[in-house]
């Protein structure tokens, strides 16, 4: 079975402050994807990322950056000088290939309070 | 703009009636889900469907009904028999292979 654990259920900080969520997956899969995703106060989710398991580089976009280790099954994101519109929950998820059909696994979120 | 509808954006249900939540999408995507978004829970798969005319239960599906008559749409029916139906519902699509889901605005869903 797959399983997404995000275990910050909410992280505050002060703008300008680097801050890191983490995520942990289990999957039995040799070839799997993970995501992130932000869901800001207006309810949509917007993807961030995925990154593919053969593909352990880490990436950087701008002030976000991905660290993914297979090694230690965890993706986790980091938010370098946090912004105010960075507050949102963030959600980790997880999704073996398949063509036509793509059931995620997702993590519980973690809300981003980013004050000024 | 290509994207995914839902509507209405608020809605209240009374004891013993089926509401109907609408998902519209322009993308062309073939597949269509449904998820159910609980206060410190994750997303939940409700139903799918990954072609016209047919669709597939997901992990939490008891109480809710879908069809899929128009590639476009996949309107959610929540039922009466679905006892806990205040939450927040999610649409989403996608094409094929591992891409991104693109997600509706959402549904947020209360009992009167």
């Known amino acids: 079975a797959q399983k997404v654990t995000q275990a910050q259920t909410e992280i505050s900080v002060v703008e300008k402050e680097d801050v890191t969520l983490d995520c942990v997956y289990e999957?039995?899969?040799?070839?799997?994807?993970l995501f992130w995703y932000k869901q800001p106060p207006s309810g949509e989710l917007v993807f961030l990322i995925r990154r593919n398991s053969f593909d352990e580089q880490n990436e950087i976009s701008g002030r976000y950056s991905w660290n993914f280790q297979k090694s230690t099954s965890s993706f986790n994101f980091t938010i370098t000088a946090s912004q105010v519109v960075d507050s949102a929950v963030y959600f980790c998820?997880?999704?073996?290939?398949?063509?036509?059909?793509?059931?995620?696994?997702f993590g519980t979120g973690t809300r981003l309070l980013v004050s000024p | 703009d290509g994207g995914i509808t839902q509507s209405p954006k608020y809605l209240f249900r009374k004891e013993g009636q089926n509401v109907t939540l609408s998902c519209e999408q322009n993308?062309?995507?073939?597949?269509m889900y449904w998820y159910r978004q609980d206060p410190g829970q994750g997303l939940r798969l409700i139903y799918y469907?990954?072609?016209?005319?047919?669709?597939q239960k997901g992990d939490i599906a008891e109480g809710y009904s879908v069809s899929r008559e128009k590639k476009e749409s996949f309107p959610l029916t929540v039922t009466s028999a679905q006892k806990n139906p205040t939450a927040f519902y999610l649409c989403?699509?996608?094409?094929?292979?591992?891409?991104?889901?693109?997600f509706g605005d959402g549904t947020r869903l209360s009992i009167l």
């Open positions: 999957t039995r899969d040799t070839t799997y994807y």
């Open positions: 993308l062309n995507h073939d597949a």
């Open positions: 469907s990954q072609i016209v005319n047919d669709f």
């Open positions: 998820a997880l999704t073996k290939p398949n063509t036509g059909f793509q059931k995620l696994v």
């Open positions: 989403a699509s996608t094409g094929t292979g591992p891409q991104p889901q693109h």
